[in-house]
């Protein structure tokens, strides 16, 4: 089992940023990929960002094409924190955010990740 505690969210200006942080804990020692997933209200779940935790792959990121180059995913091994940067947020970035973790490979499918956090508000106002 693995948990993820996730903070940093809540309200922003339009334009504004925020930094998403996500603290693993349990048998991460597997652990291929963290990332983010959003989902805005009367809408699906759609992947934000991953990042490859260890091996020949290690450290290697895939963004959302409507991220624009705004956000920023990193990681902390020791810490086994992942984090997301975002800059320049837009009102129609308002969505739950779910850190996600998975021992397999995934890539943008929900259903490739086994583990997900509580999922905190992001909220941008115009």
């Known amino acids: 089992q693995v948990q993820l505690v996730e903070s940093g969210g809540g309200l922003v200006q339009s334009g504004g940023s925020l930094q998403l942080s996500c603290a693993a804990s349990?048998?991460?020692?597997?652990?291929?990929?963290m990332g983010w997933f959003r989902q805005a209200p009367g809408k699906e779940r759609e992947f934000v960002a991953n990042?490859?935790?260890?091996?020949?792959?290690?450290?290697?990121?895939l963004y959302a094409d409507f991220v624009e180059g705004r956000f920023t995913i990193d990681k902390d091994n020791a810490k086994s924190t992942v984090y997301l940067q975002m800059h320049g947020l837009k009102p129609e970035n308002t969505a739950v955010h779910y850190c996600?973790?998975?021992?397999?490979?995934?890539?943008?499918?929900?259903?490739?990740?086994?583990?997900w956090g509580q999922g905190p508000q992001v909220t941008v106002s115009s």
């Open positions: 996600v973790q998975t021992d397999r490979k995934a890539v943008t499918r929900a259903n490739e990740y086994d583990y």
């Open positions: 990042i490859i935790w260890s091996g020949v792959s290690d450290g290697r990121t």
């Open positions: 349990g048998r991460t020692d597997s652990t291929y990929a």
